[in-house]
């Protein structure tokens, strides 16, 4: 008699990547007798990732949960999510037992991971060598897919992404966008977050992202998978430091971020607003030869996913301190001319929507958003609307990741278990 | 930690941070909510020759922030640019001058480009050195260099020059019989045979395969360069030929387990790791 466990989302390979975010999985016992039923408990028992369960989707998850299971082998269904501030470092060390109450023995169990995005700085060598590996796999020495990505953020496509509302939610479409392609390299890769405001002379070593020489070449220890970076017929990373290496970037803080209004249009894009301070000061806090410095050549630099994570990070964090992730909220979003196209909710984005001409781009590289079997969303063609609730708080599909300091936690008007 | 706790320890965090920092907050508050309204203060500050160079520099930075916002800065581009201009000239503190050179020559302004081509042509009307003014130019993807950072390479005589003059060859298709002999030549400086093989790799795979094998098989040569070749062979597209050779494979197995380079043990690793 075992225990069967299924989660929603698995991979090909029967994979399960978790966040914070819970998803629905069930139990069902197998090879049982016809009759009757018996209690199982589901408890989190992997080796550094924590796992948290609940009979319906809440953010009161505990790290054990019985449940009486038909020895018929019908399903129950649960709910289990990554223990918050209990992330995996890979694959299988998160891990879901099943055991009878009764008698404590263990009935099955399911490997999984609680895939979560991390701070560069603290970020453990595996992991930072695995992220490493598949940037360098998808950059190919400028010839790879990275190209892609590459060409969407150019002088010709700024009004696209920038100057408008839709800065943040096309900036959470990019960086989900080359996570997803990386995790198609390898499944336990996320972009980790280059928190600025913070010291993080980790993150610019000859190990990671290179070290600055005085010729403002970024620096890498021989064999470094970033070694072989180009783009643009550019080989190698133009970068140099206008920070003490041991400090925060030019940069207001974290909390300063924070206070910054609690309407979206005094967060994101007013004239205080987080796109200059602390977003495009963390770009112009590398020198005036900086690839990373203007917004047609920062891609070139791929610390550059590295930024935005960390942008995209503290507008979850804002979102969540302030409860804004309801499209519906006039607060979460902002309005703007019904002729800036891709800047309002109900529109597409590009290059995803692959609409060329007239107000966009000649071209959409990259195709559709690209699928991933742990969630449908955000799907092919997102809107604009579609990137405002990453962990479906208010119910829906998650996007599929999370930061490690931002919780799940239901808005006040949604109740544990519904929509 | 539990979510209601969480959120509880957060907001206390942000009440005690907002306490030191209230009255400043509330005299930002005051001011507009369109960004556009500290642009001219900036040009101004910027263009100003009477301010302190720690000022100008701060506006620099500050409009570079705000250069960020795109559209809301476009109609005061054509200012910034003419103001940039001025400070490029002679006479300007080289740290506000460099500053605007790179600028003018992200913005790929010709006037700029032509100035750092001629320095790199005749050294007595250079801006700055050779190996600045090639990452300079480098900003414009269609800036044609090859044959001017070539001429370079082979007049320089300091090594960081040499490196940023390969850096632009390594994607010009004549300069893979250079790049193929620096590699191969032990004499050479390992930060260029490091950059050759960057740039035969990327001109010529198959050939750069052949050479680079034989550099990670050859106990005799420098550790980096090795490494640096065995890196290569992991990120090429070549990947899975080569691993189809079984004795370069042992030899990779042998260096990933027994090694005592650190670096070669590492690039080893990566290059079985990858699937």
Redesign the interface.
Same mark, same amino acid.
């Given at each position: 008699m075992n225990v069967q466990i299924d989660i929603a989302g698995a991979d090909a390979q029967g994979r399960a990547f978790l966040t914070w975010a819970p998803v629905p999985a069930t139990a069902k016992m197998v090879g049982g007798a016809d009759g009757g039923a018996t209690d199982v408990v589901l408890r989190s028992a992997g080796s550094l990732g924590g796992l948290v369960f609940d009979t319906v989707r809440s953010d009161q998850g505990k790290s054990s949960l019985t449940l009486n299971l038909p020895n018929d082998g019908q399903p129950v269904a649960f709910f289990v999510a990554g223990e918050f501030q209990k992330p995996s470092s890979t694959f299988g060390d998160a891990v879901l037992e099943a055991s009878d109450k009764a008698t404590g023995n263990v009935l099955g169990s399911k490997a999984v991971m609680v895939r979560i995005r991390k701070n560069a700085q603290t970020l453990p060598a595996p992991e930072r060598d695995r992220y490493l590996a598949a940037l360098g796999i998808l950059n190919a020495r400028g010839q790879g897919a990275y190209r892609d990505f590459r060409d969407m953020h150019t002088d010709e496509t700024t009004r696209e992404m920038h100057g408008s509302p839709g800065f943040l939610p096309w900036h959470r479409a990019y960086v989900l966008d080359l996570e997803r392609a990386l995790q198609a390299i390898d499944a336990t890769v996320t972009v980790p977050y280059w928190r600025f405001d913070q010291p993080a002379p980790n993150l610019f070593t000859a190990d990671f992202m290179g070290e600055s020489d005085s010729n403002e070449v970024a620096q890498f220890r021989p064999g470094h998978p970033l070694n072989q970076w180009a783009t643009d017929h550019e080989l190698g990373i133009i970068r140099g430091l206008d920070f003490d290496l041991n400090g925060p970037a030019n940069v207001i803080s974290e909390t300063a971020t924070m206070r910054l209004g609690n309407t979206y249009t005094r967060f994101a894009t007013g004239r205080l607003g987080m796109e200059i301070d602390p977003h495009g000061s963390a770009h112009v806090s590398f020198s005036e030869a900086s690839r990373i410095h203007f917004i047609g050549t920062a891609v070139r630099d791929p610390v550059f996913f590295m930024l935005h994570a960390n942008v995209d990070r503290l507008w979850a964090k804002w979102q969540w301190v302030n409860h804004r992730t309801l499209a519906t909220d006039p607060a979460a979003f902002a309005r703007t001319a019904t002729d800036n196209i891709g800047h309002h909710l109900g529109d597409t984005m590009w290059p995803w929507n692959g609409i060329t001409g007239g107000a966009r781009p000649a071209t959409a590289p990259g195709g559709p958003f690209p699928a991933t079997k742990v969630t449908p969303a955000p799907g092919p063609t997102p809107k604009v609307a579609a990137m405002l609730d990453h962990l479906a708080v208010n119910g829906g599909d998650p996007l599929g990741y999370a930061y490690d300091d931002v919780p799940f936690e239901l808005p006040p008007t949604v109740v544990a278990g519904g929509p | 930690?539990?979510?209601d706790d969480? /959120?509880k320890a957060?907001?206390a965090?942000?009440a005690a +941070?907002?306490a030191t920092?209230g009255a400043t907050?509330a005299a930002?508050?005051a001011?507009?909510? +369109?960004?556009s +309204?500290?642009i001219p203060a900036l040009l101004a500050t910027l263009g100003d020759a009477n301010q302190s160079l720690l000022a100008r520099i701060a506006a620099l930075?500050a409009i570079? *922030?705000? #250069?960020?916002?795109?559209? !809301?800065?476009a109609p005061h581009r054509v200012a910034f640019l003419n103001i940039l201009r001025q400070i490029a000239q002679p006479g300007t503190d080289p740290q506000l001058y460099? #500053? *605007?050179l =790179?600028?003018l020559a =992200?913005e790929k302004d010709p006037d700029t480009q032509q100035r750092l081509r001629s320095g790199l042509k005749d050294p007595q009307a250079a801006l700055v050195s050779p *190996?600045?003014a090639l #990452?300079?130019l480098?900003?414009d +993807?269609h800036a044609g260099l090859a044959d001017l950072a070539l001429d370079v390479f082979h007049k320089a005589v300091d090594l =960081?020059t040499k490196?940023?003059a390969? #850096?632009?060859l390594?994607?010009d298709a004549k300069s893979q019989d250079l790049f193929a002999k620096l590699l191969q030549d032990k004499s050479q400086p390992r930060s260029l045979r490091?950059?050759s !093989?960057?740039?035969l790799?990327?001109l010529n795979p198959q050939k750069f395969a052949e050479i680079a094998q034989n550099i990670v098989k050859d106990h005799g040569d420098y550790?980096? !360069?090795r *490494?640096?070749a065995?890196?290569?062979l =992991?990120?090429?597209?070549l990947h899975h030929v080569i691993r189809d050779n079984a004795k370069f494979l042992d030899e990779i197995k042998t260096l990933g387990a027994q090694s005592p380079l650190e670096?070669?043990r590492?690039?080893a690793g /990566?290059f079985l790791? /990858?699937s």
């Amino acid at each position: 008699m075992n225990v069967q466990i299924d989660i929603a989302g698995a991979d090909a390979q029967g994979r399960a990547f978790l966040t914070w975010a819970p998803v629905p999985a069930t139990a069902k016992m197998v090879g049982g007798a016809d009759g009757g039923a018996t209690d199982v408990v589901l408890r989190s028992a992997g080796s550094l990732g924590g796992l948290v369960f609940d009979t319906v989707r809440s953010d009161q998850g505990k790290s054990s949960l019985t449940l009486n299971l038909p020895n018929d082998g019908q399903p129950v269904a649960f709910f289990v999510a990554g223990e918050f501030q209990k992330p995996s470092s890979t694959f299988g060390d998160a891990v879901l037992e099943a055991s009878d109450k009764a008698t404590g023995n263990v009935l099955g169990s399911k490997a999984v991971m609680v895939r979560i995005r991390k701070n560069a700085q603290t970020l453990p060598a595996p992991e930072r060598d695995r992220y490493l590996a598949a940037l360098g796999i998808l950059n190919a020495r400028g010839q790879g897919a990275y190209r892609d990505f590459r060409d969407m953020h150019t002088d010709e496509t700024t009004r696209e992404m920038h100057g408008s509302p839709g800065f943040l939610p096309w900036h959470r479409a990019y960086v989900l966008d080359l996570e997803r392609a990386l995790q198609a390299i390898d499944a336990t890769v996320t972009v980790p977050y280059w928190r600025f405001d913070q010291p993080a002379p980790n993150l610019f070593t000859a190990d990671f992202m290179g070290e600055s020489d005085s010729n403002e070449v970024a620096q890498f220890r021989p064999g470094h998978p970033l070694n072989q970076w180009a783009t643009d017929h550019e080989l190698g990373i133009i970068r140099g430091l206008d920070f003490d290496l041991n400090g925060p970037a030019n940069v207001i803080s974290e909390t300063a971020t924070m206070r910054l209004g609690n309407t979206y249009t005094r967060f994101a894009t007013g004239r205080l607003g987080m796109e200059i301070d602390p977003h495009g000061s963390a770009h112009v806090s590398f020198s005036e030869a900086s690839r990373i410095h203007f917004i047609g050549t920062a891609v070139r630099d791929p610390v550059f996913f590295m930024l935005h994570a960390n942008v995209d990070r503290l507008w979850a964090k804002w979102q969540w301190v302030n409860h804004r992730t309801l499209a519906t909220d006039p607060a979460a979003f902002a309005r703007t001319a019904t002729d800036n196209i891709g800047h309002h909710l109900g529109d597409t984005m590009w290059p995803w929507n692959g609409i060329t001409g007239g107000a966009r781009p000649a071209t959409a590289p990259g195709g559709p958003f690209p699928a991933t079997k742990v969630t449908p969303a955000p799907g092919p063609t997102p809107k604009v609307a579609a990137m405002l609730d990453h962990l479906a708080v208010n119910g829906g599909d998650p996007l599929g990741y999370a930061y490690d300091d931002v919780p799940f936690e239901l808005p006040p008007t949604v109740v544990a278990g519904g929509p | 930690m539990n979510v209601d706790d969480y /959120r509880k320890a957060y907001e206390a965090e942000l009440a005690a +941070d907002a306490a030191t920092v209230g009255a400043t907050e509330a005299a930002d508050s005051a001011i507009g909510h +369109d960004p556009s +309204d500290r642009i001219p203060a900036l040009l101004a500050t910027l263009g100003d020759a009477n301010q302190s160079l720690l000022a100008r520099i701060a506006a620099l930075k500050a409009i570079s *922030a705000i #250069r960020f916002l795109g559209v !809301v800065f476009a109609p005061h581009r054509v200012a910034f640019l003419n103001i940039l201009r001025q400070i490029a000239q002679p006479g300007t503190d080289p740290q506000l001058y460099e #500053r *605007a050179l =790179a600028i003018l020559a =992200a913005e790929k302004d010709p006037d700029t480009q032509q100035r750092l081509r001629s320095g790199l042509k005749d050294p007595q009307a250079a801006l700055v050195s050779p *190996a600045t003014a090639l #990452r300079l130019l480098s900003f414009d +993807d269609h800036a044609g260099l090859a044959d001017l950072a070539l001429d370079v390479f082979h007049k320089a005589v300091d090594l =960081a020059t040499k490196e940023a003059a390969l #850096r632009v060859l390594a994607t010009d298709a004549k300069s893979q019989d250079l790049f193929a002999k620096l590699l191969q030549d032990k004499s050479q400086p390992r930060s260029l045979r490091a950059l050759s !093989v960057t740039g035969l790799n990327y001109l010529n795979p198959q050939k750069f395969a052949e050479i680079a094998q034989n550099i990670v098989k050859d106990h005799g040569d420098y550790e980096d !360069v090795r *490494a640096s070749a065995l890196g290569a062979l =992991a990120n090429t597209p070549l990947h899975h030929v080569i691993r189809d050779n079984a004795k370069f494979l042992d030899e990779i197995k042998t260096l990933g387990a027994q090694s005592p380079l650190e670096n070669l043990r590492a690039a080893a690793g /990566r290059f079985l790791t /990858r699937s």
